[in-house]
């Protein structure tokens, strides 16, 4: 997985199965059983995934289910988007004054 999110920084969840698969496999995808990639995704879901996100590796939008680099993806744009509200909020208050 870390080897795919420094290439693509941020992916589906289904599309880090998928680049698994066929990492694992060493064949085209559409040579490799869809039960097979299923299983690696319940795999990541259930294992991997949560492990990179509790060492603080890994960011999970379940929502949009994209698995990112810590301080990419979904979770990046909302801090960025705070830090721009308050920079907002900063330049109203001193010109006001």
Do not use: F
């Amino acid at each position: 997985m870390l080897v795919h999110l420094e290439r693509h920084v941020t992916l589906s969840l289904a599309d880090m199965a998928d680049e698994l698969a066929v990492w694992e496999n060493d064949c085209p995808l559409t040579e490799i059983p869809a039960e097979d990639v299923r299983d690696i995704y319940l795999e990541l879901y259930h294992t991997h995934l949560p492990r990179l996100v509790h060492a603080n590796v890994a960011v999970y939008d379940q929502e949009q289910d994209l698995v990112s680099r810590s301080g990419y993806g979904a979770a990046a744009v909302a801090d960025i988007r705070v830090v721009d509200e308050q920079s907002i909020d900063d330049y109203d208050d001193t010109v006001s004054s």
